[in-house]
């Protein structure tokens, strides 16, 4: 098993950055398709970015250009780094591992506790 932890949610300005991390322990992040969820309040789970083992990423097309996810193997450590913010990203951030990369969000394993974004005017 693998635990997630994220962190580095907070208020920000539209226009402005944040960098989510998310720590995992127990196993190796290099091992498994990682990924970051969002929802919004009243709003379906969505991907956001996904980086699968062999290291290419893929980016949800509202976020396309504006957010990079990346991971650091050595300090077993997945990121979401986000410029550009806007109104519409408010959400609830959660980094998801799982070992495929291919099926619906509620088939992924392992969950970190969420981390709240929120993109004011």
């Known amino acids: 098993q693998v635990q997630l932890v994220e962190s580095g949610g907070g208020s920000v300005q539209s226009g402005g950055s944040l960098r989510l991390s998310c720590a995992a322990s127990g196993y190796g992040i290099s091992t498994y398709c990682m990924a970051w969820f969002r929802q919004g309040s009243g709003r379906e789970r969505e991907g956001v970015a996904t980086?699968?083992?062999?290291?290419?990423?893929f980016y949800a097309d509202s976020v396309q250009g504006r957010f990079t996810i990346s991971r650091d193997n050595a300090k077993n450590t997945l990121y979401l780094q986000m410029n550009s913010l806007k109104l519409e990203d408010t959400a609830i951030y959660y980094c998801?591992?799982?070992?495929?990369?291919?099926?619906?969000?509620?088939?992924?394993?392992?969950w970190g506790q969420g981390t709240q974004v929120t993109v004011s005017s």
């Open positions: 980086v699968v083992r062999g290291g290419s990423t």
């Open positions: 998801a591992a799982h070992t495929t990369c291919a099926g619906a969000w509620k088939n992924w394993a392992y």
